[in-house]
């Protein structure tokens, strides 16, 4: 089993696990992202009262709304990500020793290069799996209290009453929001946010950044001591935490764009609510939000994905050494 594979499956396999922990708070910053006319009651909710909120008016399941296709597109994403990842990264670093064996360099791949590996990743990985985030994002956001009850006596019911009625509705399913995204804009809806979601390689791209180099300083530092004590789980946790913190602080309003882009388009009435492409979306924000506009969710946002990225790197970095060590086990068993 080649490096590059076992890096694919490893990222899969800590992707999903992320993924499950971490998803409420993810389908709450969704909702966040993508709200345009905030109640004022409803901003002094913060996000745990926001999730009590989904709860208590539409049951536990609408907090994991999308869970199945999410899961889909993070084994996806993580495997492709970090199976391009290992590969470009394992031809920069033969480049490098190359280099080092004609004079040139110290034979390691320097911050720009690691830079410019997570990049070209995250551009492979966003053009596979952006379709899967469309529809994932279209049932997180979606809800049931947003479709009226179609019943004769529904002007007579009250709030309460019309919450159940819309209970028992037939679910908005993964074929349900496939089928929207079509009837809206055929198949190039799939492919909707797409620019900026491609400029938001940039946040796996600061965020690999930032964590090799820590670890590469962590790891100088222990070979410096007594050259015997590796990294420990905890550490790649924190220093994973560290990496995705400073990621996205500076890429956020991308996320939030990209999420008004993907959210289902209001056609009728308010046209500032009706994003045409990118562009349109960031000049109607500043016009109608102001800066501020950007940001929404942002405190949510931070702790969904500082600590969905430190399990991930952890449990990655574990699935990794274990996957190794048992090949080198089998291979020892051939040998002998």
Same mark, same amino acid.
């Given at each position: 089993?080649?490096?590059? +594979?076992?890096?694919?499956?490893?990222? %899969?396999?800590?992707?999903?696990?992320?993924?499950?922990?971490?998803?409420?708070?993810?389908?709450?910053?969704?909702?966040?992202?993508?709200?345009?006319?905030?109640?004022?009651?409803?901003?002094?909710?913060?996000?745990?009262?926001?999730?009590?909120?989904?709860?208590?008016?539409?049951?536990?399941?609408?907090?994991? &709304?999308?869970?199945? $296709?999410?899961?889909?597109?993070?084994? =996806?994403?993580?495997?492709?990500?970090?199976?391009?990842?290992?590969?470009?990264?394992?031809?920069?670093?033969?480049?490098?020793?190359?280099?080092?064996?004609?004079?040139?360099?110290?034979?390691?791949?320097? /911050?720009?290069?690691?830079?410019?590996?997570?990049? *070209?990743?995250?551009?492979?990985?966003?053009?596979?799996?952006?379709?899967?985030?469309? !529809?994932?994002?279209?049932?997180?956001?979606?809800?049931?209290?947003?479709?009226?009850?179609? +019943? $004769?006596?529904?002007?007579?019911?009250?709030?309460?009453?019309?919450?159940?009625?819309? =209970?028992?509705?037939?679910?908005?399913?993964?074929?349900?929001?496939?089928?929207? !995204?079509?009837?809206?804009?055929? #198949?190039? &809806?799939?492919?909707?946010? !797409?620019?900026?979601?491609?400029? /938001?390689?940039?946040?796996?791209?600061?965020?690999?950044?930032?964590?090799?180099?820590?670890?590469?300083?962590?790891?100088?530092?222990?070979?410096? &001591?007594? &050259?015997?004590?590796? #990294?420990?789980?905890?550490?790649?946790?924190?220093?994973?935490?560290?990496?995705?913190?400073? %990621?996205?602080? !500076?890429?956020?309003?991308?996320?939030?764009?990209?999420?008004?882009?993907?959210?289902?388009? #209001?056609?009728?009435?308010?046209?500032?609510?009706?994003?045409?492409?990118?562009?349109?979306?960031?000049?109607?924000?500043?016009?109608?939000?102001?800066?501020?506009?950007?940001?929404?969710?942002?405190?949510?946002?931070?702790?969904?994905?500082?600590?969905?990225? =430190? #399990?991930?790197?952890?449990?990655?970095?574990?699935?990794?050494?274990?996957?190794?060590?048992? *090949?080198?086990?089998?291979?020892?068993?051939?040998?002998?």
């Amino acid at each position: 089993m080649s490096d590059a +594979l076992i890096n694919g499956l490893a990222g %899969a396999g800590g992707g999903i696990i992320a993924q499950l922990i971490t998803y409420p708070l993810q389908t709450v910053n969704t909702r966040q992202q993508t709200e345009r006319d905030v109640k004022k009651e409803r901003r002094k909710l913060g996000t745990i009262g926001q999730m009590c909120q989904v709860v208590k008016q539409e049951g536990w399941g609408r907090l994991y &709304g999308g869970l199945t $296709p999410s899961l889909v597109g993070t084994a =996806a994403s993580q495997g492709v990500y970090y199976y391009f990842y290992q590969i470009f990264r394992n031809r920069v670093e033969a480049t490098a020793l190359a280099r080092y064996r004609n004079g040139i360099g110290d034979g390691s791949v320097g /911050m720009f290069s690691s830079l410019i590996v997570a990049a *070209l990743s995250g551009c492979v990985n966003v053009l596979m799996t952006n379709p899967i985030w469309v !529809v994932v994002t279209r049932m997180q956001t979606y809800t049931k209290l947003s479709r009226k009850p179609q +019943l $004769p006596s529904a002007l007579s019911l009250s709030p309460d009453e019309a919450i159940a009625v819309a =209970a028992i509705e037939s679910p908005y399913g993964t074929s349900h929001a496939v089928q929207e !995204v079509y009837d809206e804009a055929g #198949v190039l &809806g799939f492919w909707r946010g !797409v620019l900026p979601t491609l400029i /938001m390689v940039s946040n796996p791209s600061i965020q690999f950044m930032i964590y090799e180099t820590l670890l590469k300083q962590l790891k100088g530092r222990r070979a410096l &001591g007594n &050259g015997t004590k590796s #990294v420990t789980a905890l550490e790649v946790f924190l220093l994973g935490a560290v990496a995705k913190l400073g %990621a996205t602080v !500076v890429t956020y309003p991308l996320l939030v764009v990209k999420s008004r882009l993907q959210v289902k388009q #209001v056609k009728e009435g308010d046209k500032s609510h009706h994003y045409r492409g990118t562009l349109d979306a960031i000049v109607k924000m500043i016009k109608h939000e102001g800066l501020s506009g950007f940001y929404k969710g942002m405190s949510t946002k931070i702790v969904q994905s500082v600590l969905a990225a =430190a #399990v991930l790197f952890m449990v990655k970095e574990e699935l990794v050494k274990s996957a190794r060590l048992l *090949l080198a086990k089998d291979a020892g068993l051939i040998k002998s």
